[in-house]
T-cell receptor, first 113, second 108 residues
Framework: DTGVSQDPRHKITKRGQNVTFRCDPI?????LYWYRQTLGQGPEFLTY????????KSRLLSDRFSAERPKGSFSTLEIQRTEQGDSAMYLC???????????FGPGTRLTVL | RKEVEQDPGPFNVPEGATVAFNCTYS??????FFWYRQDCRKEPKLLMS???SGNEDGRFTAQLNRASQYISLLIRDSKLSDSATYLC?????????FGSGTRLLVRP
């Protein structure tokens, strides 16, 4: 399967713990995006990378959130000191350029107790 | 006001019906437009891009009115498998802005 993959698919954690998610984009795609989706809403943009450079961060991305794409391939999204409001589906997407279709991974569903 | 607004539905229609969804967007600088489909607890998948001239893909027709900042999706001859949430999406630059989605239920 050469699509976008995400790991883990589900994560349950206690409030205050740190969590890290991984995304592996389609191999030839330069752009990698992170979105968050809560029940009944569409995905909301968090941040994106062009190769290894993080080019934009949403104001939704508080100081507790950090994302990296160190070698321009896979990316990680870390949430420190998780809060119950962080519970959501975290989606990763990749594309060749900014105007091309974005292909989404299956998401990581985070539950903060 | 949300950047992309859609009627949440649900639209409950019989098989074979024609159904239309609309959305409006606020950013006049938006450059590209899409409809994505999302099944329950799955990731969004591109249904079709939307062009100013209008475009058709089988039973699906999408229209864009830039002057009114309005996008539509028409589904003809609905199938049970069309049941899903349809997300209106605009790309002002570098990222996708999603509406909250319109839920479609097609009944036998």
């Amino acid at each position: 399967d050469t699509g976008v993959s995400q790991d883990p698919r589900h994560k349950i954690t206690k409030r205050g713990q740190n969590v890290t998610f991984r995304c592996d984009p389609i191999s030839e795609h330069n752009r990698l995006y992170w979105y968050r989706q809560t029940l009944g809403q569409g995905p909301e943009f968090l941040t994106y990378f062009q190769n290894e450079a993080q080019l934009e961060k949403s104001r939704l991305l508080s100081d507790r959130f950090s994302a990296e794409r160190p070698k321009g391939s896979f990316s990680t999204l870390e949430i420190q000191r998780t809060e119950q409001g962080d519970s959501a589906m975290y989606l990763c997407a990749s594309s060749e350029t900014d105007w091309n279709e974005q292909f989404f991974g299956p998401g990581t569903r985070l539950t903060v107790l | 006001r949300k950047e992309v607004e859609q009627d949440p539905g649900p639209f409950n229609v019989p098989e074979g019906a024609t159904v239309a969804f609309n959305c409006t967007y606020s950013n006049s600088a938006s450059q590209s437009f899409f409809w994505y489909r999302q099944d329950c607890r799955k990731e969004p998948k591109l249904l079709m891009s939307v062009y100013s001239s209008g475009n058709e893909d089988g039973r699906f027709t999408a229209q864009l009115n830039r002057a009114s900042q309005y996008i539509s999706l028409l589904i003809r001859d609905s199938k049970l498998s069309d049941s899903a949430t349809y997300l209106c999406v605009v790309n002002p630059h570098d990222k996708l802005i999603f509406g909250s989605g319109t839920r479609l239920l097609v009944r036998p």
